[in-house]
């Protein structure tokens, strides 16, 4: 991870990654931005976990309301091949529209592939030796 | 949305669009905080050169931000771009507040 101002502020609550197949995944295509996150977004802060996922933590709660994937085709997709496929077929039902309310997405084989991604990937930073799904 | 001048004098913009379809749609703990990025980008704690993008510059500002984010970094990420014909200018892409510098970021300026 990048260096920490306060990040011993907020007890981080990892065990709540789990919620991540009931968010909605949102993908910014003129930005190639990608975002997992409730319906209607909630207040957080960001925490960049090794330059690759900005992680949304309630400053409140420590709960994990979201995520923020930056560069998402041009590198993230590069890094992580094993989630292009998947993301090859939940793209169109991920373009975000401008206007009007979000439509239903049915995505959920991509949030589970998404969420064991995720788990594997908190695991495995050492830095998170307490972490446990 | 709002404009203003860097530490280099070189004119940002922060464009409607942006701020409602980007900032405050991903990012909504960031209601009313225009004039905290503004104040970011005209007196920067530290400046990071973007590690994957050299137009993109990222400024980073510790307590700055209202309760319950006071204890936060600021971070505001800047595209320069250069028109035809046209002066060098800044956009906002993003503004969000967050616990760390992003591996990858690399340090070019700070406040002494």
């Known amino acids: 991870m990048g260096r920490t101002l306060e990040q011993a502020h907020v007890d981080i609550d990892y065990s709540t990654i789990k919620q991540a197949t009931d968010f909605t995944p949102i993908y910014h295509s003129n930005e190639d931005i990608f975002f997992l996150r409730t319906t209607s977004p909630r207040e957080a802060v960001s925490l960049d976990w090794d330059g690759d996922i ?8 420590g709960e994990i309301v979201g995520l923020e994937i930056a560069d998402f085709e041009a590198v993230f997709l590069k890094k992580y091949p094993g989630l292009a496929s998947a993301w090859k077929e939940a793209k169109p039902l991920c373009i975000r529209k401008k206007t009007g309310k979000p439509e239903e997405i049915n995505c959920e084989a991509f949030l589970r592939i998404i969420l064991e991604f995720l788990k594997t990937l908190l695991r495995e930073n050492p830095l998170q030796s307490q972490f446990a799904v | ?18 701020w409602e379809n980007h900032v405050l749609a991903e990012h909504p703990e960031m209601k009313g905080c225009e004039g905290y990025v503004k ?8 400046v990071y050169q973007d590690g994957r993008h050299p137009n993109i510059k990222v400024i980073y500002k510790p307590f700055i931000l ?20 046209g002066s060098l ?4 892409s993003t503004a969000f507040p967050c616990m760390n510098i992003r591996k990858g970021d690399i340090l070019i300026w700070e406040e002494l």
């Open chain 1, 54 to 61: 900005w992680l949304r933590i309630d400053p409140k709660t």
């Open chain 2, 1 to 18: 949305m709002f404009k203003c001048i860097d530490r280099n004098g070189i004119v940002i913009i922060c464009s409607k669009d942006t």
């Open chain 2, 39 to 46: 104040a970011v980008i005209e007196k920067p704690f530290q």
């Open chain 2, 66 to 85: 209202p309760k319950p984010y006071n204890l936060y970094y600021l971070r505001v990420a800047i595209k320069y771009r250069k028109k035809t014909l």
């Open chain 2, 89 to 92: 200018k800044g956009y906002v």
